[in-house]
Nanobody
Framework: QVQLVESGGGLVQAGGSLRLSCAAS????????MGWFRQAPGKEREFVAG????????NYSDSVKGRSTISRDNAKNTVYLQMNSLKPEDTAVYYC?????????????????WGQGTQVTVSS
């Protein structure tokens, strides 16, 4: 089992940047593909970005592609999401998740462990 704790959220103006972090503990971090998801009020949780176990493959949703970068440091058991050129529609609770699947998958149900989330609010 793995425990995930997100940090780095906050309030930022449109056009600004944030770097989210997700620290993992428990089983070997490098055994998991990792993903970032977000959920805005009244909406379903949606995929943002994913990274493979060794960090050699990444994928992004169309909504953040070109503005965000996912990365991981297996020595530090941490995955990051750098978000630039933020927009008000990026406002949501951001969750990191760990998957036993190869991939990384972009579907919620393929992820086995979830963090508690961190709030990102982008003001216009």
């Amino acid at each position: 089992q793995v425990q995930l704790v997100e940090s780095g959220g906050g309030l930022v103006q449109a056009g600004g940047s944030l770097r989210l972090s997700c620290a993992a503990s428990g089983r070997t971090f490098s055994s998991y593909a990792m993903g970032w998801f977000r959920q805005a009020p009244g909406k379903e949780r949606e995929f943002v970005a994913g990274i493979s176990r060794r960090g050699d493959y990444t994928n992004y949703s169309d909504s953040v592609k070109g503005r965000s970068t996912i990365s991981r440091d297996n020595a530090k058991n941490t995955v990051y999401l750098q978000m630039n050129s933020l927009k008000p529609e990026d406002t949501a609770v951001y969750y990191c998740a760990a998957s036993n699947s190869w991939g990384p998958p972009s579907v919620v149900t393929f992820y086995d462990y979830w963090g508690q989330g961190t709030q990102v609010t982008v003001s216009s």
